[in-house]
């Protein structure tokens, strides 16, 4: 399915280098930004108090932020869990207050506000749990990197899983410089995102790599450079297609979802944006400039040139 076709090839390549300048700016500047200011993490991994909170009619959660807002506390997180009866509270540790004395000062004014409020239950997550969090959330972006990098050497060749790996991560830094730079709150559904955008980049990238192997085998007098322009020109309207319907239904989490969604969606709005990037004008040309050539896709030697009208030319089963 194609909105539009293209009939002259975009030459992306000739501007390789000016592009993954930028790139290159854009990333030193977010490992800068980490080490500098580092992450805003949320209470899952700090440690705080967590509190459950029921009412007898379906709970305003705006009223909820708002009236513990008025307490001081920032960074809390205000959700619905099981009913929309139900509120799920995390409130960060403060300094010379215990856990039982902040949950009733936030009980207390809770009730002030609306009277149906009643406490389920109340208990302190250490920071130890926050720590093995931490760990887990490392080894989980350790696992797919690995694993990505290994699908992609079975199914292509090295250079094109070296390429894609620097391509996966310079994503994932910057996101992560984007929340360091604005301190905007580090969540497991921030660390979520992030593991999906590994996910959402990487297949814009065998897309790509799937269609320079099948170029290469169909255009014999092609140089490389021209193989890659091709193969990322006939993939634009796909692109357009599937990243459009994918950050509008994001867009509507960003926009409508509130406060519980909003940075989830955000880090995926981010993490779209530069995966497309990074698929055509990093990816691709660390594999060019690696030196991917037709006798690393091919094997067996040269075949005989096919018709590049024939539909089928290139295809294998």
Not at 30 to 38: C, E, H, I, K, Y
Not at 96 to 118: E, F, I, N, P, R
Not at 212 to 226: A, D, G, P, S
Request: glycine share 6%.
């Amino acid at each position: 399915m194609e909105f539009f076709k293209i009939k002259r090839d975009i030459p992306f390549m000739r501007h390789a280098i000016i592009f993954n300048v930028v790139s290159l700016v854009t990333f030193l500047a977010a490992v800068f930004f980490l080490f500098s200011r580092g992450l805003h993490l949320s209470v899952e991994f700090t440690g705080g108090t967590l509190m459950e909170v029921t009412y007898t009619q379906p709970a305003d959660l705006n009223l909820v932020r708002s009236t513990v807002a008025k307490l001081g506390l920032n960074d809390v997180q205000v959700q619905n869990f099981g009913t929309a009866r139900d509120v799920l509270i995390r409130l960060p540790v403060q300094k010379g207050v215990t856990s039982a004395q902040q949950s009733v000062q936030v009980m207390a004014a809770l009730k002030a506000a609306d009277a149906s409020a009643v406490m389920r239950r109340t208990e302190f997550v250490g920071p130890q749990v926050g720590d093995e969090l931490a760990a887990d959330g490392l080894k989980a972006l350790a696992s797919v990197v690995v694993g990505i990098m290994l699908y992609l050497s079975i199914r292509f060749e090295w250079k094109f899983a070296v390429a894609a790996i620097i391509a996966n991560l310079h994503d994932v830094v910057i996101i992560l410089g984007f929340f360091a730079f604005f301190q905007w709150e580090f969540s497991l559904p921030v660390l979520a995102a992030v593991l999906a955008v590994l996910g959402y980049s990487v297949n814009e990238s065998v897309v790509i790599f799937d269609r320079i192997r099948e170029n290469f085998r169909r255009y014999r007098k092609m140089n490389t450079m021209q193989i890659i322009d091709s193969a990322i020109t006939s993939t634009i309207s796909r692109t357009i297609i599937t990243h459009g319907s994918t950050q509008m239904m994001v867009l509507s989490m960003l926009l409508f979802g509130g406060a519980t969604l909003h940075y989830f969606a955000l880090a995926l709005t981010i993490g779209i944006l530069f995966g497309i990037y990074s698929s055509v004008f990093v990816a691709a040309a660390i594999a060019m400039w690696l030196g991917i050539q037709r006798e690393d896709l091919i094997k067996g030697g040269a075949k005989k040139e096919e018709d590049p009208n024939d539909p089928n030319a290139g295809a294998t089963v």
